[in-house]
């Protein structure tokens, strides 16, 4: 075994920001017979729509696994964007060739869960910041979903978050007088 740097002309390392964006935020599931992969719940994350390659990467993955008949959960919290305009469902919707609907007004947060099929379905709910979450549905087979409880799952982890990240998001206490 070498102790010394290897001995090569140039060594390049990833960067932070790369790091970042390789982070996973995803949750599989499996079948408990063979493993197969039949869900994906995807939260997607500011690197995700941080240039267009990201949304590029993460629609594809998107349509690759309806496509493989993997069904999906896509939480995206963060409004549409310069690089997804019309949103990440938008985007992942345009490959089936429907026309979408506006999001109702005020509401620019799209939660859409998709039955994958010969003919996939979307289940969507539409949100504003600060509006609690819906419980969606995960489906693990064409006839059966579980119902993923966002709202107390979000606040849950939230109370695990350390005071001083809480405050750093949330501002300072009010001062009593």
């Known amino acids: 075994m070498e102790e010394a740097p290897p001995r090569v002309s140039r060594r390049v390392a990833a960067s932070e920001a790369a790091h970042v964006r390789a982070a996973r935020r995803t949750l599989v599931i499996r079948h408990n017979s063979g493993h197969r992969v039949v869900a994906l719940l995807e939260i997607v994350s500011p690197a995700n729509k941080d240039r267009p390659r990201s949304v590029q990467d993460f629609v594809g993955k998107a349509i690759a696994a ?5 069904h999906l959960l896509v939480i995206d919290l963060f409004p549409p964007g310069r690089h997804d305009p019309q949103g ?4 992942i919707w345009e490959n089936y060739g429907d ?5 109702p007004p005020g509401k620019p947060i799209a939660l859409a869960s998709y039955l994958a099929g010969s003919l996939p379905e979307a289940y969507l709910e539409f949100a504003a910041v600060g509006d609690l979450l819906a419980a969606m ?3 693990l087979d064409l006839h059966a979903y579980v119902n993923v409880p966002l709202a107390t799952t979000y606040e849950a982890a939230y109370r695990g978050v350390p005071a001083i990240w809480r405050e750093l998001l949330e501002g300072p ?5």
């Open 66 to 70: 309806l496509q493989q008949g993997v």
């Open 88 to 91: 990440i469902h938008f985007l």
């Open 99 to 103: 026309e979408l609907d506006a999001p």
């Open 137 to 139: 549905p995960l489906f």
């Open 173 to 177: 206490p009010p001062t009593r007088v």
